[in-house]
């Protein structure tokens, strides 16, 4: 058996887990779970930016690793693009942001490749895209007519009391609470996706610890006046 692998830059992040991914009514999770379980497919996550499909596509590779299975992340936003043409079948193979090879003629040809090798060896195949297929005006339409046979899920819309929800269990797994106050301090000051909240409160988290203060709105007002300083 192969021993699982996944690419030297990813750090697998704190929380990233299928149960603190924002899914207010669980059909999303529900959904990947009946995949994943199913045997090999391909699936294809759609939703804007910040909606927590990166989350989701290291929790899926991080919950496969562990079981013993050989995975592969490939985060084509992010310089995995190069690393397409080379990459041999997995039992778990993970496109991130697949619409940002759209524009690009020999990557595309080389994803409908991998698509192909990957199904070939009995493999699964997990997308995302912050557009939907019928949204794509460029592109391979090989490539997508395969990709439009996935199961087909979105990320869920987010109200603000999902947010503050989110806000306030993300805290206490990081040892800190948030009380009502700092929760509505915060997102009247910040960007509302999930990455920006999440990485927020990692910074938050280091600073209460430096200081040895508590998380108030006090220490926030002063945290935030000295990171514009």
């Not at 000051?189 to 927020?200: M, V």
Request: charged letters at 25%.
């Amino acid at each position: 058996m192969h021993t699982p692998q996944l690419p030297l830059s990813l750090r697998f992040p704190r929380g990233a887990g299928f149960d603190t991914f924002l899914d207010p009514d669980g059909s999303v999770v529900d959904a990947l779970a009946v995949w994943t379980s199913g045997g090999p497919g391909s699936c294809f996550l759609s939703g804007p930016a910040g909606t927590g499909k990166t989350h989701l596509s290291l929790a899926l590779c991080g919950a496969r690793a562990e079981a013993g299975e050989e995975v592969a992340y490939l985060p084509l936003r992010d310089g995995a693009a190069a690393l397409v043409a080379a990459q041999a079948p997995v039992k778990l193979l993970v496109v991130d942001d697949v619409d940002a090879s759209l524009d690009d003629d020999a990557l595309q040809r080389d994803l409908f490749a991998l698509h192909n090798r990957q199904l070939d060896a009995s493999g699964s195949i997990f997308y995302t895209s912050r557009s939907i297929t019928a949204d794509w005006v460029a592109g391979l339409p090989d490539l997508r007519s395969r990709i439009e046979q996935s199961l087909r899920l979105r990320t869920p819309q987010l109200a603000d009391a999902d947010r503050r929800r989110w806000l306030e269990r993300a805290a206490v797994r990081r040892g800190f609470e948030l009380d009502s106050a700092a929760i509505e301090f915060l997102l009247r000051r910040t960007e509302r996706d999930l990455g920006s909240l999440e990485r927020l409160l990692e910074d938050i988290d280091r600073a209460s610890l430096a200081s040895q203060r508590r998380v108030t709105v006090p220490f926030l007002s002063a945290w935030m006046a000295s990171r514009k300083a």
